[in-house]
């Protein structure tokens, strides 16, 4: 079964990739291709896993992937306004910033990292960190959590600080891809904040947190090769290869990752690993299909639990689910990887994923057609990469409760400050 779904998902994403006007960047081509890449390293690991795919799983998949076609082709259909943006009027205008207020930039986030990583340190050690190992520090946070022990408290500056210096590393990207677009050049000032955020990212207990990055940062740049060439294809050579390095790049962070986290260690298997996180969750689908699961203590409680969490804080008497998925076991092991599918089959049934699928793909398109049209916006080309976050998470896990959380509010707040603190207001200055 597993070739037979491997063949499905290379038709489909032919006749997505012609269909779609040969358009890469676009949700259920993106979609598609991790799939088949999944399917692919699942064959890779017939051996590890010794589990065979049942039809029903194969017509899941294919089906859902197609709701998001649905849903990019009745946005395409739909007309977008023309607003003269300023990366319009002032587009051979490059951003230019003081090297002094990239400085202070690089000294917030650095200070915010380090606080990150020290309150995160703490908390290892009261968790059991005996030794006081900074490479280790993430298995005690991560095994705490598992258990419901405890979480880690971050204070309320910390807190938003996190979320400000995730934005200006988007700003920072988008700055680089601007100028580079306008002048050729690779302003490397704008590189200092990026490689302060570093400590904050080892210091972080789930490897979902790079992939945020990478989908939001991989964006940015797509996008911007995609507007220099007229969202032509010619452009769709150069975005593969970057795709590929991004992979080889994930692939090399992920496994020296694992190591600070317990959830690999120096004389595990490599391949093992890679396979497990990038295919395990197949077999999780197809457990879920064919053995089910118990019901929900709530509605929507997979995709929706932020807001509940939210509803909590306001003193609402909700009861409390556990925030992990149950694991399962095949021959190589065990995992909880279930890929997005699960999620929202089981908080409104297949219909009510397959309407969320075609909600995710017009959504997404819609904002990318603002993108054609109008121009660039720093806000938007951030709020599409949260989005493909989600599309990019689709064989391994639903990302949708982290994107309806309150921190999402914060981060559009901040973006729109960003924007007209260093980009509206500088390009017009010049």
């Known amino acids: 079964m ?8 290379l038709v489909e994403l032919t006749i997505i990739y012609c269909w779609n006007g040969k358009n890469v960047v676009s949700p259920s081509f993106i979609g598609c291709s991790l799939f088949l890449f999944s399917t692919l390293m699942y064959l890779v690991g017939s051996d590890f896993y010794r589990y065979e795919l049942h039809f029903n799983t194969i017509a899941t998949i294919v089906t859902l992937i197609m709701c998001i076609f649905l849903g990019e082709s009745f946005a395409r259909k739909i007309k977008i ?11 051979k205008e490059t951003i230019c910033s003081n090297k002094w207020v990239v400085f202070i930039l690089s000294l917030f986030v650095l200070v915010i990292s380090v606080s990150y990583f020290y309150v995160v340190y703490i908390f290892s050690l009261k968790m059991g960190n005996s030794p006081g190992n900074f490479l280790t520090m993430g298995t005690y946070t991560r095994s705490a959590l598992y258990q419901g022990l405890d979480t880690v408290q971050l204070p309320f500056i910390i807190s938003q600080g996190v979320v400000v210096t995730e934005c200006i590393v988007w700003l920072c990207v988008y700055c680089i891809c601007y100028n580079r677009n306008v002048s050729g050049k690779f302003d490397k000032r704008f590189m200092w904040p990026i ?23 991989s964006i940015i740049v797509f996008t911007f090769t995609k507007q220099k060439v007229n969202w032509s294809s ?23 990752l694992g190591y600070r986290t317990g959830t690999n260690d120096l004389n595990s298997n ?38 509940y969490n939210i509803f909590r804080q306001w003193g609402m008497d909700i009861p409390k689910v556990d925030s992990f998925e149950p694991f399962y076991t095949f021959y190589g092991g065990d995992s909880n990887i279930y890929t997005t599918f699960k999620a929202y089959i089981h908080d409104y049934g297949f219909v009510g994923a397959m309407l969320a699928m075609v909600l995710w793909g017009y959504f997404i398109t819609r904002n990318i057609k603002h993108i054609q049209k ?17 599309v990019v998470m689709l064989p391994i896990t639903d990302v949708t409760a982290s994107f309806l959380a309150i921190a999402t509010v914060y981060q559009a707040v901040y973006l729109l400050i960003l924007e007209y603190v260093f980009i509206q207001e500088k390009v017009r200055v010049r």
């Open 270 to 307: 490599v391949m093992n690993n890679i396979i497990e996180y990038t295919s395990a969750g197949l077999v999780g689908l197809d457990k879920y299909l064919n053995l089910g699961e118990s019901e929900n203590t709530l509605w929507g409680e997979s995709t929706l639990k932020s807001v």
């Open 81 to 91: 306004k023309k607003i003269e943006y300023y990366n319009n009027e002032f587009k």
């Open 2 to 9: 597993g070739y037979i779904l491997f063949f499905i998902l």
């Open 374 to 390: 109008n121009g660039a916006s720093f806000p938007r080309m951030c709020l599409v990469g949260l989005m493909f976050y989600g």
């Open 195 to 217: 490689v302060c955020y570093v400590p904050q990212l080892f210091a972080n207990d789930s490897r979902t947190i790079l992939l945020k990055m990478i989908s939001v940062i």
């Open 234 to 256: 010619k452009g769709n050579r150069k975005i593969v290869k970057y795709a590929i390095m991004v992979i080889a790049l994930f692939i090399v962070v992920f496994r020296v």
